[in-house]
Each structure stands twice: as C-alpha cells, then as structure tokens.
C-alpha cells in the first residue's frame, strides 16, 4: 500500500499556484494597453490550459509513480533532453527571438526545451551521485558531474541562456555538496565559474552591461538601467499594503516585461510589502518542506533528486526577486509558478511530481 504525499510540500506549492495565477492575471492586464485583448485572451488561456490543467494532471500522474523505477531511465531522458535543446539550432525548427535560439516550433507549437534540459542534468546527476557513492568525495568522482554540468552548460551558453546555467550549475554543486563533496573541490569550482563569468562579460556586451548596472543602477536610467529603475518604482510605490489587486500603473506601460521576468515589480506594486512577504515566505516554505523530504528520502537517489529539484526551482525565483530589488544583477530568468510561461510551469508542476513521489516513500522521523 502506497503511503500519502507530503501534505505541508503540496499545501506551499498549492499555495504558489493559486497566488501565482492571480498575480499573472493581473499584470496580464498591461497587454490590454499594449497589444490589445486578443494577445491578453491568448496568454492568459495558454497559462492555464497548458501551464496549470496540464501541469497538475502531469504532476499527479508521475507522483503515482515509484521514482525509483524511473533511475535506470536517467542516462537516456538526458541524452535526449540534449538532443532536444539542440534542435534550437537547427533552421525551421528553432526559432530565433532578439538574438537567442531557445525555443521549438513544432507544428505551431513552441516550447523551450532548455527546461526539459535542466529537469534531466538534475535526473541524471542525482543518479550519478548515487552510483559513484564513496568516489564522490575524490577529484576522480567529481570529473563526471564537472562533466554532465559542462555539456548542459556549453549547449546553453551557445543559445545563449547564461540565466539558465547559473541556476542550473547552483543546484549542481548543491548537490554534490549534500551527498559528501569537499569544500576545497566546492571552492575550485567556485573561482573557475567566477573567472568564466568574468570572461564571458568581456566576450557578450550585454552580461558587462547587467553587471554595471548592478554596480550602478542610476548610470542609464532609460538603456540599460531602465528596466531595474522601473521595477524600484513600481515595488516602491505599493508601500505596505499595496495599491490592491489590478491597480498597478507600471505594468500598463513602464515595465518591460510585466508578465515575464518583471512580474514580482506588479505583485509588490499590487499588493505591498506584506503581499510580497507572503510570496517570499510560500518560496521559504516549498523550499524547506521540499529539502525536509530530501533528508528523509529512502535512498540517496531520492535525497539528491528531491534536493536538486527544489533548489533548482527555489533557487531559480530567488535569484528572480533578488534581482528586482537590486541585491543581485538582472537576469531574465521567470519566476516559477507566476510568470508567463506555458512550458516552464508545466516542467516545473512535474518536478514537484517526482518531489511528491519520492515523499510517499519518506521514511518516518
């Protein structure tokens, strides 16, 4: 007999769902003055049919499953998540948008295979980790995971998606760092990734323009400042309690990107800093119920999937939040469960899946 999911786990992420979808709905709203109500009417039905319907049924579906059927299958869901994302370069199937190939089209249909990528190097890590077991903690046992991280990276930064190997090289090295990892390996990797950052700014203007404006948010206030300067307005303006649901002014025609990356700036806007505390707080909560079934998984494959896929996910809309506020550079990356993005919160919803899953087998405290 199946034991039941980890109700505090699908209470928070419950929670982010439902708040999340009002938030979309309400900066959704900006298109109206935009691009008119058919863009609105479509963005807003492909969130909820194919991101929220899709996304639950999926989740459900793959928490019936036992993950641990699913390990021996972690080599080849990696293998083509690769050749998936590779596809992007591939002329009549990528698409191409300012400048970056990182979406299908696929019989009309469009979708970023770069988040069924980070999905399966979280997979296929957590399966490694657990195969290499006592090796981990040697230079020989990290040079396969340096290795896995390496391949998702490279294929990303060529999109180029340097958002995405952030978060995904995060929830990487946390991992390895959970199941036994060395500190000084941890620290190696650590000045390797700053000096490959540092390289990557001089080669793509537009990762040194984001780090200057971190450093100096006032210096372009309508190129390249623009963006952080708009979103302070608009978290500033809402004060303590908000303006109230739907009353946000930025969102018409100052922000940017009011229902992608931007999308936190309405949220405070709209509902204040209490609203957007509850928010950080949900974030909290999905994150440690998400870890405390890690560390009560039944095997260490459970434990690192658990832990990767909620710090991937976790992590990913931290990082989103610390960027509007201005404690860290901007990124472009969505905030999970409330930006817009059919394909991210449907990959997203079946991460908690596996989540869920592993916590029907969580052994008792």
């Keep these: 007999m199946k034991k039941g999911v980890d109700y505090p786990f699908l209470l928070a992420t419950g929670a982010l769902l439902l708040l999340g979808f009002l938030v979309f709905l309400s900066a959704s709203l900006g298109l109206l003055a935009r691009e008119g109500g058919a ?11 194919f991101g929220i319907v899709l996304g639950i049924f999926g989740a459900f579906v793959v928490s019936r499953i036992d993950y641990r059927r699913l390990r021996p299958l972690a080599l080849i869901f990696f293998g083509l998540a690769v050749l998936l994302t590779l596809l992007t ?20 249909f469009s979708f970023q295979p770069s988040e069924v990528l980070k999905f399966a190097s979280i997979f296929y890590l957590a399966a490694l980790i ?24 490279i294929i990303l930064l060529l999109q180029p998606d340097t958002d995405t190997v952030l ?3 995060l929830a990487g090295v946390s991992m390895y760092f959970l199941a036994g990892g060395k500190i000084r390996y941890i620290l190696g ?9 540092a390289l990557l700014a001089f080669m793509r203007p537009y ?67 209490w609203g957007s505390l509850l928010l950080l707080l949900l974030f909290f909560a999905f994150l440690a119920t998400g870890l405390r079934i890690a ?11 658990s832990a990767g896929l909620v710090i991937l996910i976790a992590g990913q809309s931290f990082i989103n939040i610390a960027s509007l506020v201005g404690i860290f550079p901007l990124t472009g990356m969505p905030l999970l469960f409330v930006s817009h993005g059919g394909t991210a919160l449907l990959i997203t919803l079946l991460e908690v899946g596996v989540i869920l899953s592993i916590s029907r087998q969580m052994r008792k405290s």
Excluded at 90 to 99: A, S
Excluded at 130 to 153: D, F, Q
Excluded at 189 to 197: C, F, K, Q, R
Excluded at 295 to 305: K, M, S, Y
């Design 39 to 49: 863009s609105f009417s479509s963005v807003a039905t492909n969130q909820f049919l």
């Design 89 to 108: 370069f591939v002329p009549g199937i990528g698409v191409e948008l300012k400048g970056a190939n990182r979406w299908l089209d696929v019989l009309g």
């Design 130 to 153: 657990a195969n290499l077991r006592k090796e981990i903690v040697t230079l020989r046992g990290l040079m396969p995971l340096a290795s896995i991280l390496g391949i998702s990276s």
């Design 167 to 169: 978060v995904l090289t």
């Design 189 to 197: 990797l650590s000045i390797l990734a700053v000096g490959a950052l």
């Design 207 to 273: 990762v040194m323009d984001r780090i200057v404006t971190f450093v100096d948010p006032a210096r372009d206030p309508q190129g390249s400042g623009y963006q952080i300067q708009q979103s302070l307005i608009a978290i500033g303006s809402g004060g303590i309690l908000g303006k109230g649901f739907g009353e946000s002014t930025q969102k018409f025609s100052f922000l940017p990107e009011p229902i992608g990356d931007s999308i936190f700036a309405v949220a405070a806007e709209e509902f204040g800093l």
């Design 295 to 305: 560390a009560r998984a039944p095997d260490l494959f459970g434990g690192l999937l």
